[in-house]
């Protein structure tokens, strides 16, 4: 009777011995082989499928064990337990492992679906154990074997997706992914198309400062403007430098709009301005109002912080030129009455010479090259045609630094010299455009820096700005930028002088060095090609006449050359009609002399003025000089 019943509980024990399998399972997905009231031991496993048999070893702990196992192929699998009281066995099927596949519903995986937001995703790509897809800015990175996600953020939008894996960005650009920390090149449309995807996806984080863009500024926490500050650093962005994009603008305009609602923030956001885009469109009428709100605040310290860095980045910013539009009009009117009073006054005796070569015009006709040398220049003396020829040059050069200053004032304000940095791929692209002057081969070998360290020393070396020399390594040349640049931040970090109100960074061309640069690179390119330069400059001229006035202009100036090659004609000017003409020319009693051209350009401000709906005084004071002096050399006549 024993042992019948201990043959019975044998029999019931090795029943509930199980083998536990599932079912199906994906090809190349793990799978848990489970065995359950087992006993004592070690024991043999044994796996046979389509790819051979794999054999394994199993030790049952607390009358069970838990083994992986991945079938690597398609078809069906018999598992085989060894044990005392008899084999357990158990079958399962190995499926095609699940295609990722985009769907509607988002991301259709083995484990499952991630849902993505609606729009045109690119994709998938298949690497290894990893699936990217992408839209815009944004690509999203996905395991296979669990709902382990990653995002990284392109510079630019994202127009194709291919093995290593890599993204080909607009422009034909390709990257690895992940990304490298590069300088956004994207546009506000691409902006806006990442916002929907952060808000649906919401990646962890810090972000890239530019999709720090899409959020409204009022909600950005100190957190996130300090990572925005950090990333804008790592990007190669300098506060040296301009920037125009509008998500800066947004954030000046939301510290402006939160001053009386939330002060706090307001300044956190107008400091953050300060610290890492410094120069935008109005950016010290806005740190001055910033100055003036934080002392009605009760922060006097804080806002003369605001005030001295006003002082530091104007010296940052390009030369004020607005009132060159009025000393040309000045030179102008000073060039037009020298002229006409030099053709009122030698006018009788010109007409005398002229009167035996068929007259005023009709010597070009007869006699034309005896004409020439009867110009109204051809009377007037050494001292007056070399006053006359330099206010012409002083005019004409005038116009050109008008021209270059508005040409160089669009391309600093405009992609790609208008988003903060000198590394970005467009701006390297421009950059390398430029003449092979010292000028723009130090720009260039600061751009190069980072990624052709070689390349870039040597184009450093044909440059003498502070910044280039700075960044030789040299001590002689550190030396000798700050003597060039005593003030300069980064040079002064550099020899242990102390700080600006950025800190310690690399030496870097401000906005002013940039502009002298380009300065520089339009000159050269009108001493290159005069006509074609002349003709490209942005001067209030319509097109059709600039042709005519370069021609006039060069006309003009050779009539001036020609004249000091004219002998001087011999002819008495009446008393009367000299003292005439004379009284309403002022300066004309010696323009030859300091005080009559000063005179002469007292008078040319005055008349400009009164264009300009001004007072008459600076056109009364010259006149009333003018007479002074008049009646003072009658009265010394004999």
Known sequence: MRALLAALALLSAAWAQTLVVPPEVPAGSPLTLEGQNLPQGRFPLVVEGPTGRTSLEVEPQGGGFRQTFVPQAPGEYRVRLSLP??????????????????TPEGLRLPWGVLPLPGGSWLGPLVQGERVFVAQGLLVVEVSLRDQEVAYHFAPARVVALRPGPEAVLLGERVLPIPFPPLPFEGTEADLRALAPLLQALNPPKPWPY???????PKELSP???????????????????????????RMAEASRALRQQDPAKARLLAQTLLEHTPLFPDSLAFFRETAAFLE????PAEALRFREAEKVLRTWLPPNLSALPTTLGVLALAYLLLLAYLFLFYLPAQLRDLRALGGYLGGFLRHPLLRLRHLHLAYASLGERFLALLLLLALLSLLLLAGFHQRVRQSLLAPPLDQGTLRSE????????LPPLPESKGLLGYALLPQNPKEAQALLKASQAPFALALRGEEEALAQAYLRAPLAGPIRTALGLGEDPWGEREAGPSLRDLYLALLRVELARFQEDPWKAFLSLPLPLPQGLRPWAFAGLLLLLLLHLLAFFLPR??????????LAVRLFVPGSLGFSAGVGLLLLLLTAYGLTGLLQGQGPWPLLLAYGLHLLAVVWSLRRSP
């Not at 158990?90 to 295609?99: E, G, K, T, Y």
């Not at 004609?569 to 000299?578: E, F, L, M, N, Q």
Request: proline letters at 11%.
């Open 85 to 102: 009281s008899g084999p357990l066995e158990a079958r399962f099927a190995a499926l095609p492992p699940v295609q990722p596949e985009l």
């Open 426 to 433: 467009a701006a390297l692209e421009w950059l390398r455009q």
């Open 296 to 299: 009605a605040q009760g922060q």
């Open 210 to 216: 530019f999709a720090y863009w899409t959020q409204d």
């Open 223 to 249: 957190e996130d403007l300090a990572a925005y500050g950090q990333d804008l650093k790592a990007r190669q962005h300098r506060p040296e430098l301009f920037f125009g994009q509008p998500g800066v603008r």
């Open 569 to 578: 004609r011999k002819g008495a000017v009446p008393p009367s009609w000299a």
